[in-house]
């Protein structure tokens, strides 16, 4: 039996959440060092105010997830796999070391960065729940013919969409869902990710990446865009790099982690979302959060699928 580590994207942030993380020796050495390698306080950037930068929230969420990951390393050991939505993939590939922390945290600023200046306003993402993919594809089409901007961008279960562009283009296809009994719901997330928009950005970003040190994967890394197994550090940083212009299928993630044998899954700070969307596919094996579980707990669960205990 295996486990996997799964580190959730944006619209998990919220207000204190480098604040909350556990007291604990670990938790202060990689905030140290994230401050000292970006120039700035990092625990500023978990605030109400601050968490409205698309920069603040990749970055808090980078550092909780790596954290997340040492702490479960220090205390439980391995898992088997890894896996990551949006910026969560960059704690992925930090966990299987295919990337430094200190590498990784000044290029998930730079991805920030980027991102926010591309689309400082008017543009985000809105889930569509109660609705399967076609349904949506045919509602995104109708408006898109209108020469809106508007995208499917994640495919987080069968019948939960996220779609990404134009505020108003992305309410007119809100509406023709409402009208069919779906449910919107908008993301906390102020960039059009996972569609062709941030082709440009995702190329600059991958300028940036050349020259930085990689090594080969020592987890088994799976891919939210294409649910496989990366083997190669070459293709996890084509992966991280330009999932920001490509569909995330999270739906086909975690099945391809169940069907690999992962009966453990576990979520890293400060998500509970993706926790939610396992359960289905993990209603035989068990799923949980650190966000809501003790670590000592998450410890013994992990124990209990190593044979252990």
Not at 111 to 131: D, F, K, N, V
Not at 188 to 197: A, G, K, Y
Not at 281 to 290: A, D
């Amino acid at each position: 039996m295996s486990t996997i580590w799964v580190f959730p994207g944006q619209g998990a942030q919220h207000p204190n959440m480098l604040h909350d993380l556990p007291q604990h020796h670990l938790v202060q050495h990689y905030i140290q060092q994230a401050s000292d390698v970006l120039d700035q306080d990092v625990l500023l950037l978990d605030q109400p105010d601050a968490l409205k930068s698309t920069y603040a929230v990749q970055i808090c969420l980078y550092i909780a997830g790596v954290v997340s990951a040492a702490l479960l390393q220090e205390h439980a050991g391995q898992p088997q796999f890894v896996a990551g939505l949006s910026i969560g993939a960059w704690a992925a590939a930090t966990t299987a070391k295919v990337i430094t922390f200190e590498d990784g945290l000044k290029l998930v600023a730079k991805r920030g960065q980027l991102m926010q200046e591309a689309y400082p306003s008017g543009y985000g993402m809105t889930a569509i729940l109660g609705a399967d993919q076609a349904r949506v594809e045919m509602w995104v089409n109708a408006v898109k013919s209108t020469h809106a901007e508007v995208y499917i961008a994640n495919i987080n279960t069968e019948t939960q969409i996220v779609i990404s562009g134009e505020i108003n283009a992305m309410q007119a296809v809100g509406s023709l869902a409402q009208q069919n009994g779906a449910v919107c719901k908008k993301v906390e997330i102020s960039v059009p990710s996972h569609c062709e928009l941030l082709t440009q950005q995702a190329q600059q970003l991958a300028t940036m990446m050349e020259g930085i040190r990689t090594q080969q994967p020592s987890i088994k890394y799976l891919s939210g865009t294409s649910a496989r197994v990366l083997p190669t550090d070459r293709q996890i940083v084509d992966d991280i790099v330009f999932n920001m212009c490509r569909m995330i299928r999270w739906d086909n993630t975690v099945r391809a982690a169940w069907e690999r044998g992962a009966r453990l899954h576990i979520e890293a700070l400060p998500g509970n979302v993706l926790t939610g969307l396992a359960k289905k596919t993990f209603k035989e094996g068990t799923v949980l959060s650190f966000q809501n579980t003790q670590l000592e707990s998450l410890m013994t669960a992990m124990h209990i699928q190593q044979g252990c205990i």
